[in-house]
């Protein structure tokens, strides 16, 4: 079977949608994550997640382009100052990849072709700030503003008890719409300067409780390929925090090698 995502602009994209739906998959099983209990609230509520890494073993996502739609089994990696690594699967590993914190690598063992470039051009397209520090950030759906304003160059636009407006570089927004009741971020819309539609919005719900913080345990993704609508929604398996992973990529020198710029 040819899938529709292998084409090179949807590739990337999709990529980036794949590892945010397979990060959603949370376990239900409390995490423990040390030296944050004493926080106050105000701070519990703004400030990043302390976490190592995490790791998802397994995730079922249900992705739809158009009027195709077909199931895919993944896992992911992420250590946030570092790397997030990545694999799907349908029978057979399709595709496997790596985001560094400058550059990417995917491969397509399908079409048997390796896609590569800096993150400047996944930034570009989706006008989000592309590392694995900032992915961990909109996965686990922390508000962290101070990080999107020092690390990632976002400026605060508004923001009030129920809603925060980001303005990024080349006049990218960000929108968190936020459960004023319990704190938790409700969604997220990407807007870039051209596009009056989001990007790309990613609903989050099911929130469950850890140890030192609240995590959704559900996120439905919707983004826009040019004129074609993409959805993935994510089913909830197990995360484990704080468990270092190994991470390979094998390429046949026979792959076609596209560099993204």
Known sequence: MKLP???????????????IGMSACRSHKTATV??????????????????????????????????????L??????????????RGRLLIEVLRGVIYNDSFFVVNYLERICYKGKNDYLQKVTGFPVNPESLLMLF??????????NKFNFITAAGSSDKILLQGQNRSLLEMN???NNHTIENIALYNSSQQQPLFSAVYSNYEQYSQFTLPTVIDISAQDVNTPVRIKANIQEML?????????????RYEVVVLE
């Open 5 to 19: 995502l292998f084409n090179s602009q949807f590739s990337i994209v999709l990529l980036l949608f794949i590892i």
């Open 178 to 180: 936020i459960n004023s």
């Open 241 to 253: 925090f704080n468990q270092p992973q190994q991470m390979n990529i094998s390429v046949s020198s």
């Open 140 to 149: 686990t759906a922390d508000r962290c503003e101070e990080a999107y304003r």
């Open 73 to 86: 089994n993944g896992s992911i990696y992420i250590r946030p100052d570092s790397v997030c690594f990545f």
């Open 34 to 71: 040390p030296d944050i209990a004493a926080a106050d609230e105000t701070a519990f509520y703004t400030s990043c997640y302390p976490i190592k890494n995490l790791y998802v073993p397994s995730c079922k996502l249900e992705i739809s382009y158009g009027n195709q739609s077909f199931s």
